[in-house]
């Protein structure tokens, strides 16, 4: 099994967190998202422990909430101790609702509008990570006209390919995020920043990519991040607190993905980013990461049921489900490897060889092609692996499709954490 909180139980069915997915199946009807709670917390604990430890104490990891967000899961973030990451007013709105201290929350987003800045002060957002001098400008503004010093990382672009691990001159310079080190746009919103009286420079946010399986590629970043510090002080006398690299610790969704330790790979880290800050004369800021694939993935499966399953002879076969890539739009976006079973059959013969894939009216709603299945007829139930990050919250009504309800289990309980879309809710902003 690609996750340890999966198993198969002596009916032959798939087990999630100690439960036999066709029970959750029938008693909250498919599509469903079904989330792992105690495997949450788990990996909430691997990085505050992992961080704290190698980081020391005023490390903190933030939980980056667009992977999944929903109430309940501030709820658990906040009873973890994690910070977040929030990228709009409706993670903020849910993150207030829930009861999360929004102090401890670090306002990211490409471009924030003049609304969605006021809106966070409102809110009392703690951090804003700024995108560039036009947003720092309007984020002067506003703190002004509210009499306060709102606290600021500036996001930059270390240049950095995270799937060669090298630093290159183009390519990830250009990204639409940020401000680049390599054009000096880096050291010029900085001196900038510092001369703004209502805005008060925390430190600097990178994010290099997602889906990365070892410490080289954040070693790489953060090396060029401490560079950047150590010749900021030099030039500005200005030394920064904190030091945010971002997310982007990969997840097993099929087999042949590798397995991350994430302790080892932070002490790693930590290590060579100690040896760096030594050799540049500077002492190691505080150290903030933003993992969201790899504190929800694995604790998250899609449960479907099966319709038409159609051979067509001599070419392909196809089981479709009711759902698709209005509950998980990966494949249709991305190509994204996944793992399917017939959650019913586990250890039945693979009989069938087919493209799994949705209801809606579009070629191209595809959950997984090729995938090896018992023999699989209407009304089984197909589960999908490791869909707790960037499904429920890239889920759509795409063909007025209500979308599915998100449960939440423990090893002694399962309840409702997002209710199912009813047809009411789909019209209700209908005139
Ligand atoms: C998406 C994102 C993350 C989280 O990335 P994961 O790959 O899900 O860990 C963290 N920080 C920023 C700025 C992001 O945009």
Redesign the pocket.
Known sequence: MICDNLAVNQKGHLTFCGHDTLALAKQYGTPLYVMDEDRIRENCRRYVQAMKEHFGPEALP?Y?S??ASFKRIYQIVKEEGLGV?V?SPGEIYTAALAGFPLEKAYF?SNNKTDEDIAFAMDHKVGYF?VDCQEELDAIEKEAASRGLRQKVLL?LTPGIDPHTYEAVNTGMVDSK?GSAIETGQAAQITQHCLGLPHVELMGF?C?I????FDADTFVRSSEIMLTFIAQIQVRFGYLARELNL?????VRYTQEDPFLDVDQEIARLARAMEEKANQMGIPMPQVRM??????V?DAGLTLYTAGSVKKIPGYKNYVSIDGGMTDNPRFALYGSAYTVYNAGKMNDPVALTADVVGRCCESGDIIQKNVSLPATVRGDIVAVLTTG??NYSMASNYNRLCRPALVMVTKDRSYVAVERESLAYLTQNDV
């Open positions: 933030l980056a667009k992977a990451d990228v990211h990570v996001r995020f946010h994010h990519g997602s889906q990365v971002g997310g982007g610790f990969g933003e993992p969201g694939r790899s504190i993935a990050a960037y």
